[in-house]
């Protein structure tokens, strides 16, 4: 896929995403209105959606239509922006600028922050429990996969490592395991639910290993790369202070490999993501556009 | 249902419930284990369990067996498990004091304990979306009614009206509304889903209703005993620090209905529960005793 087709299949997958949430999150005059009013804030503040991105253009590398996997796409994106407002609070990161924008607990207060991203937590297994154009038994699947992969053997648990980790030296391996819990499970999620959206539970081993070995990689690849945009990046652009890793002292990527050693890893990475989508034709050109979008981002 | 036999059926529930609970949480030597151990602290710290006693004692007036309805009641545990660790964070209610044991971010630290509750809210759904002995359509709407319940519409909604109400003058209506949300909606889940355990979505409808009105009466009859506790109380017996909610300037019944008014208020809700109840025959024993239980509590 070529870089302005992918630009494409990312801006459709965004307004998509961004027009679902919108209508289906509840509304701002909705009782409790100031919660409400701080979920909204949150979840719609204008991310890249990649994750959506991603499990929509799994569902099409399988056959599927990337609308199939709206709803999967949406229920991910609120765990996801429940974990973002959680980790800005004083108590973990202590971010006050996420996108460009004050993070939630500075726009409203820590406790709507808190309850905000305890609801988003909740709305998302209630869509995906409730969404009718799934078979009972795929939308359980879906339930039971985020939930692990948000959990403590998942997203959770890789930020519980990661809260630990401030300050101490991690061997490669150590970083690796952390970063495949606290990114990685849900960009894993993400390609699983893409496959269920649309095969339901009846997807091949071979194929779900090969989207799996994929997923892994795209996960590494994005953190390797957010690593050194924090080195790089202009704050302006990237939307949190420049540095602010380096700053607090976390192990990083560029930190233990050097900056030549994490962009050599992020080729090699970027390599694995094509292989391992050697068997598939040109359906899963969008995940091809995808991993390349990852590794060369600006922001 | 006799005193003793309350009691009784009381002491089997927790008993069931904290030995489910104590095999299912994820060991303290798992890792990440400070997350482990800061989830399990929260969860085993020795809680009344009425909530699980209530998904049993509604699973046995329906015809069934308490085990029967055991993952549900567990499931509804963690989930007011992680809403105590959120509720007693600095910025919510900051509370040190928690069943006479430290709180969870105090025991451990503020972002642990965030973490914790995180952790535990995706376990909750995933247990439910896993148990075997369930069908599929009862497992998801097991998952549905849990998420509602534990959503905007439900328990997190009446905690954010509830901070937005301190200092607040309310009405009775008023207070009526963010405790129906705040406690009542996890309770009356826990009914529901101790129906759903036994006879899945396959229930009577005027049982339903029966026993919604039951859930709807006993909720807020604990919640008008824990404001006459609050009160009345003794710190050691109750756990929290006596006369919190006052300090709090926290609109409370006795303040709205003076003492003698919220006792009235207390005995009519009792009243409420067992004319709830009056077409279920011995069954429901339970039931009825844990009205009584919950009205006469002295902690």
């Keep these: 896929m070529h870089q302005a087709s992918t630009d494409d ?3 459709t997958c965004a307004t998509l995403t961004d027009e679902c949430l919108a209508r289906r999150l509840p509304g ?15 979840v719609l503040g204008g991310g890249k959606r990649i994750r959506p ?14 609308e199939q996997a709206l709803v999967a796409a949406c229920a991910v994106e609120l765990v996801h922006a429940y974990s973002l407002i959680h980790d800005d609070l004083p ?20 406790a709507t922050a808190i309850l905000a991203g305890d609801a988003l937590q909740a709305l998302a297994f209630e869509w995906l429990a409730t969404e009718p154009a799934l078979t009972a038994d795929t939308r359980l699947a879906m339930v039971r996969r985020l939930a692990l992969a948000s959990g403590s053997a998942g997203m959770v648990g890789g930020q519980a490592i990661d809260l630990g980790a401030v300050g101490q030296k991690l061997s490669v391996e150590q970083l690796e395991q952390m970063h495949r819990r606290k990114t990685g499970a849900l960009i894993e999620a993400s390609v699983h639910l893409g496959v269920l959206s649309v095969l339901g539970e009846g997807g091949g081993q071979q194929q779900q290993e090969q989207l799996a070995s994929y997923a892994r990689a795209i996960g590494l690849a994005f953190q390797v790369q957010d690593d050194l945009l924090d080195i790089e990046g202009d704050t302006s652009v990237i939307g949190k202070p420049q ?11 560029p930190a233990l490999m050097g900056v030549d050693g994490a962009r050599d890893y992020l080729a090699t990475l970027l390599l694995q993501c094509q292989q391992s989508l050697a068997d598939f034709g040109p359906q899963a050109g969008a995940l091809r556009g995808m991993a390349e979008f990852v590794v060369s981002r600006r922001y």
Tied chains: 1, 2.
């Design 9 to 11: 299949f990312l801006a």
């Design 28 to 42: 701002e005059t909705t009782e409790p209105t100031r919660l409400h009013a701080a979920m909204r804030y949150s």
């Design 53 to 66: 991105a991603l499990v929509m253009a799994t569902a099409t590398a399988v056959g599927g239509q990337p």
């Design 91 to 110: 108590a973990m990161d202590d971010d006050e600028l996420r996108r460009g924008r004050p993070t939630t607990h500075i726009q409203y207060d820590e």
């Design 243 to 253: 540095g602010s890793d380096q700053a607090r002292r976390k192990p990083t990527y």
